[in-house]
């Protein structure tokens, strides 16, 4: 629902509003890093680092799709995931030099072991191949015409759906927060 949801926003959006005319400077690379807590047993702490472009479709509206690297630790696993997630930015206050926007995507991501482990309260094994999604609030602050700072908070999701069966579904849930730097190309 975390991608499916923000691409019918996306679409009506697109396809009910005016395109900006003035609208400047819309494509952009961004690369952030953060971390996450997860607040179910075993509490996963999860760095992660994302590399993306972000493309302004209006002034309060963008898409953009990320390259994740995750490293989910705690007393069970001790593992790396890469991830691809396509994503939408709704951005409810947008000024020339500070936006804050509400960020929601889905996709795909793929674990070297499976995960989540067994634990000594939960013996349900994981997947290699899960869905992961992030949603939170982020801010952008211009630092030059083309370069600017990212940060907020998010959620991470990370199961495979039950499409192993529940046996196989334990999840991972967590917030955290992000910083992060883009430039307009």
Known sequence: MAFFIPAVAVGASVLLTKKDPDLKNRLSVYN?????????????????????????????????????????????????????????????????NWRLYFESGGGFIYLFDEFPKPTDRDAR????LNGITKYGVGSEITLSGKAAILFGIRHLHISNGNTSGVERNPSHDSNGFFVGFSCSL
């Open 32 to 96: 952030e890093s953060g971390f996450s807590w997860g607040y179910k047993y075993p509490n996963t702490f999860i760095p992660q680092n994302n590399t993306g472009i972000n493309f302004m479709l209006r002034k309060w509206l963008s898409i953009g799709a990320d390259f994740e690297a995750v490293f989910p630790r705690d007393n069970f696993n001790n593992t790396t995931g890469l991830a691809i997630r396509p994503f939408a930015r709704f951005y409810p206050v947008s000024r020339s």
């Open 125 to 128: 094994l994981g997947t290699h």
